[in-house]
């Protein structure tokens, strides 16, 4: 496996299961952008911005979240490297637009991982949020 590929992988796992970015800058430049046509991450343009997110997204409403990572593709040519996963989780816990709802998630999105050297420069998340959001009861 190439290299930015394992780095891909590792960066990919600390930032699905909330650690933030204290464990994902280390795989990341520290400047880092995001970018994501969802609007809950709309104001949200850096890595360190998003890594937080997800940390505060998992420590709140969604404890029990997790992922199904079904694909990670290497793109040598291009540098970069490209993740689809399952994110589940349910409305158990404190936070979110409104009290616990109880629903759950089951969402599908692809993660765009754009390398500079071995570390991760841009990320692109794909994901339709507004699914995810009726899901949850929350939109």
């Known amino acids: 496996m190439s290299s930015i590929k394992d780095t891909a992988a590792q960066f990919f796992d600390a930032c699905e299961?909330?650690?933030g970015?204290?464990?994902c800058q280390q795989y990341c430049h520290p400047d880092a952008t995001f970018a994501a046509?969802?609007?809950?991450?709309?104001?949200?343009?850096?890595?360190?911005?998003y890594t937080e997110a997800m940390k505060?997204?998992?420590?709140g409403?969604?404890?029990?979240?997790s992922y199904d990572l079904k694909s990670l593709a290497l793109d040598e040519e291009r540098g970069n490297v490209i993740g689809y996963a399952?994110?589940?989780?349910?409305h158990s816990g404190e936070g979110g637009p409104l009290p616990a709802s109880g629903k759950a998630?089951?969402?599908?999105?692809?993660?765009?991982?754009?390398?500079?050297?071995?570390?991760?420069?841009h990320m692109t998340k794909i994901w339709n949020d507004v699914w995810a959001m009726r899901q949850l009861g929350w939109g």
């Open 86 to 90: 399952v994110f589940k989780g349910t």
């Open 105 to 121: 998630v089951d969402t599908d999105y692809v993660y765009v991982m754009e390398f500079d050297g071995e570390r991760i420069r």
């Open 37 to 49: 046509q969802a609007d809950t991450f709309a104001e949200i343009e850096t890595l360190e911005g």
């Open 61 to 65: 409403p969604i404890p029990d979240a």
């Open 17 to 19: 299961t909330g650690k």
């Open 56 to 59: 505060g997204l998992i420590a």
């Open 21 to 23: 970015w204290d464990a």
